[in-house]
């Protein structure tokens, strides 16, 4: 079994700064992409960031050149370091992987999600 665990989220005063991270673990192959998204209440979730592991990265509109997605191989653990903060950017925050979880078998992972409040 994976399992996605976030960590980072909290409050915030606009203008700041948060750093959340996301470590896989379990039995698995290895792990194609991993990104994060954000759902806001009353909205659908939406794409942050994205990041594949030949280092292609996207990003939203939004949150370009404010938010920067990495990750550690080694430790399969993915990091969205956000500043600038908005008070827009209050959502729950999700992270996804994409999982071989055999040699021939692939499947989507999601975290359980970490709050994100950003006040005025």
């Known amino acids: 079994q994976v399992q996605l665990v976030e960590s980072g989220g909290g409050l915030v005063q606009a203008g700041g700064s948060l750093r959340l991270s996301c470590a896989a673990s379990?039995?698995?192959?290895?792990?194609?992409?991993m990104g994060w998204y954000r759902q806001a209440p009353g909205e659908q979730r939406e794409l942050v960031a994205r990041?594949?592991?030949?280092?292609?990265?996207n990003y939203a509109e939004s949150v370009k050149g404010r938010f920067t997605i990495s990750r550690d191989n080694a430790k399969n653990t993915v990091y969205l370091q956000m500043n600038s903060l908005k008070p827009e950017d209050t959502a729950v925050y999700y992270c996804?992987?994409?999982?071989?979880?055999?040699?021939?078998?692939?499947?989507?992972?999601w975290g359980q999600g970490t709050q994100v409040t950003v006040s005025s």
């Open positions: 996804a992987a994409e999982v071989w979880t055999t040699a021939w078998a692939r499947n989507d992972y």
């Open positions: 379990g039995r698995f192959f290895g792990i194609n992409d």
């Open positions: 990041l594949t592991t030949s280092g292609f990265t």
